[in-house]
């Protein structure tokens, strides 16, 4: 059975108040509940994707490092 979310409250109703609901999450195959919203899933995305920005920076350095020490190293 797959995962279900259920509404544990209605929304204001004021333009996307709706990403404040809170959902209760029924995870399987052991039945658990956590709540969530989506607002804070929206905040994880952008920090998640802050993380990818910042670890591609970061790679890109490294390589640029990897290449002068290889030079180096067959000079």
């Given at each position: 059975m797959a995962d279900k979310f259920t509404k544990t409250e209605e929304p204001?109703?004021?333009?996307?108040?709706?990403?404040?609901v809170?959902?209760?999450k029924e995870h399987q195959p052991e039945k658990q509940i956590s709540?969530?919203?989506?607002?804070?899933?929206e905040d994880q995305l952008t920090s998640i994707e802050r993380e990818i920005t910042s670890l591609g920076e970061r790679?890109?350095?490294?390589?640029?490092?990897?290449?002068?020490?290889?030079?180096a190293a067959e000079a």
């Open positions: 204001a109703g004021v333009g996307d108040d709706w990403k404040d809170p959902v209760e709540n969530h919203n989506y607002r804070d899933m790679k890109t350095t490294l390589v640029a490092e990897m290449l002068k020490v290889k030079t």
